[in-house]
């Protein structure tokens, strides 16, 4: 590495130390401002960066073509770190024509692990970036270091100050940090339905609560019931119940005392722009095409992800993981002699990977958005409508629902192992970088090889139960089509019963992607099967079904179903799509429904935030799982007609869009706090505002009560359920974005839209 001389001296540093307000502040790096040499330390820079002193800045260029940020790194060694010492990183930064940083406070060997982290495009004008941050760890060896790897060309890269402040106090919580205490879904209410807010308070006795209209005239008014201590969110709360409120209207507030509640509206129609939105993340989310910046709104154009252009490597051409690899990940020397073109599909979370088993749930619940109106809206479901979002396809003659399925549908048939190879037939599991890409990145600048890993049994029926899915709703609008979707199918399934037992391995997550582990397939088969007899009703796909443990088995749980258990989403199918399955089946899978439901409103009726999600802990995507138990429930609403649940499902909703233990809406943009700084690669606005925001209609997994990233197991050790989350995209155990929670979100949103 190539050594700079530090510039500083100890006037400076005396200065600096009085310019502190508190004289527990204390810089830590000798010249913030560069204003003159000094021997006091050293910055260093790697030998592909060429630096300059000046008075004022330390600048030079930075050479271009490097893969990695940290290929490209000026430093400054010989800091020390405490563990729960609070820090201030601060930095004004520029660049020429511009170019990616990364300034983080780190331990200076193996692993790295950082501490507190700034990340920025730079840009010509100067920048001036805080970071306040605990160390979770003591590291008696700690640097700063600013990577700035990763452009494509030259750039001149400038640092005009750095400083490094320790004896931070913790910046004290003011009354617009604080959720109010009276909880409500931020949105809206339906006026024919179930209408509830929860208040925090620990005095037992009633109090008076008070309905106010956007004028702030009085609506009406009424008595608390304290529910005393809620043990998923360990508040003592109370309900207030206002459903006799009817008129549709904004702006209305609930009153308790000093206390008033975020506003609200009271619409029969508002769920349809959450529809539009919910589905239009889709599109934002897709790999292998242009993202106009008409149709996705501003920001949010983008040049096509991995299609094979420099400096991405891209999906065109995909060889499977080397042997090396393959022994490690799965225990064998694994690999392929093929290549295939993989473009396409959706990315499915913060990162670029795409997975097989999450887009197969995830295409077909947006198929199930689709089907569902088709047999439960009386034909009159704007689910129909080709025009419903803006997308390229619009105006094609086909919905854009199945529109865009159709994208991802094509990338889980292009997964298939060829004829005349080894597993021929079966669908790969997933395809991701070779390593995890580090962000904030957009999609086209990604430049980790892209590697195809083994073909799974569960990743093969998950192609065999969207396809056959797939097959025939797309019937009526592209008959080649659906045939070929049927045929996919077809040949997954028997590629399946060849290979029943070729499951996905847990990895740790060390290989650049997901694992997505699953060694048990009979829900798959069970799915699939399913699938296949609704679309050509050949009672051998039936007798398939018959014979799974999960035909008369348990199959919902009250942490709802995923793409590691769609056993459930196969018993809805058979009981909501009409078919010619005999009358004693149709009447026992939906009995198993309309029990399942039963039991979701049972529990609904012990939380005292209205949802229907009651395990013991809260799962990764714990939002995701109540709303697949909303769906259950729907769809007894459904097979019924009974109003209990769909009123069961309108006030769970109130969960998602605000009425819980933080007073967030964890749909963004809708309400008034909702999360908005999901863990993202590409929508990095939070960490880097040259970045898109998340959009409109992304939801966020939610609580976690696992804490699997750092930054959750320091912010929220001892959390109740309900509280483990925090909008922070370092929190991606929390905080993620993801295609199979997005797909349920749309579903239960056209379902409120659509009911009377």
């Known amino acids: 590495m190539t050594h700079l001389r530090a510039m500083t001296g100890l006037l400076a540093l005396l200065a600096a130390s009085a310019m502190s307000s508190s004289a ?54 010989g800091l020390v770190l405490k563990k729960g010492e609070r820090y201030r990183l601060s930095v004004t930064v520029s660049g020429d024509p ?44 700690a640097q700063l270091v600013f990577q700035l790897g990763g452009a494509d060309a030259p750039w001149r ?56 209209s956007a004028s702030s005239a009085q609506v009406a008014s009424g008595w608390s019931k304290s529910q005393g201590r809620n043990a998923s969110s360990g508040l003592d709360v109370h309900i207030i119940d206002f459903s006799g409120v009817r008129k549709p209207g904004e702006g209305y507030r609930l009153v308790v005392g000093d206390d008033t509640s975020p506003p609200f509206s009271i619409s029969a129609t508002a769920y349809d722009a959450l529809r539009a939105d919910a589905l239009g993340y889709f599109y934002k989310v897709r790999s292998g095409i242009e993202i106009r910046e008409d149709l996705a709104g501003k920001g949010y154009g983008r040049p096509a992800g991995h299609l094979g252009k420099a400096p991405n490597r891209g999906d065109t051409s995909v060889g499977c993981v080397d042997t090396r690899t393959a022994r490690k990940v799965y225990g064998e020397a694994w690999s392929c002699g093929y290549r295939l073109n993989v473009a396409g599909g959706w990315y499915d979370a913060g990162d670029f990977g795409k997975y097989v088993v999450n ?13 569902r109106a088709l047999h439960y809206s009386g034909g009159a479901s704007p689910a129909f409508a080709d025009g419903l979002v803006r997308i390229p396809e619009a105006g094609n003659g086909i919905p854009d629902i199945l529109d865009e399925a159709r994208w991802e549908l094509d990338f889980l048939m292009s997964m298939t192992v060829p004829d005349g190879e080894p597993h021929a037939g079966m669908a790969h599991h997933k395809v991701h970088g070779n390593r995890w890409t580090v962000g904030p990145i957009l999609p086209h600048r990604d430049r980790e090889l892209r590697v195809l890993h083994r073909p799974s049994t569960a990743a093969t029926l998950n192609l065999a139960a969207a396809a056959a899915q797939g097959a025939r709703l797309f019937a009526r609008y592209d008959k080649p089509y659906s ?65 799974s443990p999960h035909w008369s088995g348990p199959v919902f749980q009250r942490d709802g179903f ?54 013991e802990k809260f799962g990764w995507g714990s939002n995701q799982s109540l709303i697949q138990n909303m769906i259950v429930v729907a769809t007894a609403y459904d097979i019924t007609g009974d109003k209990r649940y769909l009123q069961a499902v309108r006030e769970s909703m109130d969960y998602i869009l605000g009425r819980n233990a933080l007073g967030i809406s964890y749909v963004t943009g809708y309400g008034t706090t ?53 909008d922070d995209a370092r929190s991606y155990s929390t905080n993620e974005i993801a295609i199979n929670w997005n797909a349920p979100l749309t579903w239960i949103a056209s379902f409120l839209a659509d009911a009377p």
């Open 24 to 77: 527990a502040f204390s810089e830590m790096l000798p010249d913030p401002g560069f204003g003159q040499p000094t021997l006091a330390g050293e910055w260093w820079a790697t030998p592909n960066i060429k630096f300059e002193y000046k008075p004022g800045a330390l600048c030079g260029m930075v050479a271009g073509g490097t893969a990695q940020p940290w290929d490209a790194i000026l430093g400054f060694n």
């Open 98 to 141: 511009g170019g990616p940083m990364r300034a983080l406070a780190q331990k200076a060997a193996e692993p790295w692990t950082a501490e507190g982290e700034i990340a920025r495009a730079v840009s010509a004008g100067k920048q001036t970036l805080n970071e306040d941050f605990t160390a979770a760890e003591t590291h008696a060896k």
């Open 157 to 212: 890269f400038c640092l005009h100050s750095a400083s490094l402040q320790t004896g931070q106090e913790p910046a004290a919580e003011t009354a617009s940090d604080a959720p109010s205490a009276i909880r409500v879904n931020q949105y809206a209410y339906f006026p024919k339905g179930p209408k509830h807010a929860t208040l925090v308070r620990k005095d037992k006795g009633r109090v008076e609560w008070r309905l106010l």
């Open 359 to 371: 887009g197969g749930i995830a295409a077909a619940q947006l198929l199930g958005v689709y089907e």
């Open 483 to 547: 045939e070929k979707l049927l045929a996919a199918a077809v040949r997954a399934y028997q590629a399946a019963e060849a290979n029943p037992a070729l499951y996905a391995p847990y990895t740790d997550g060390s290989f650049g992607g997901g694992d997505y582990q699953d060694d048990d397939v009979s829900d798959e088969f069970y799915w699939a099967a399913a699938e296949l007899y609704l679309s050509t009703g050949d009672v051998a796909w039936l007798e398939r079904a018959k014979a």
């Open 562 to 615: 995923s793409w590691r258990s769609v056993a459930a989403l196969g018993r809805l199918q058979l009981a909501s799509v009409p078919s010619k399955l005999p009358k004693r089946d149709l009447k026992a899978v939906q009995v198993s429904v309309r029990d399942a439901a039963e039991s979701y409103l049972k529990d609904q009726r012990k939380e005292a935030f209205g949802f229907m999600y009651r395990p």
């Open 674 to 726: 909702y999360a908005q700084r999901q863990y993202s690669n590409m929508f990095a606005a939070s960490t880097d505002p040259s970045y898109p925001a998340v959009p409109k209609g992304a939801l966020a997994g939610g609580p976690n009560s696992g804490l699997a990233d750092d930054y959750a197991i320091r912010k929220l050790k001892g959390c109740a359920p309900q509280a483990c989350y925090v």
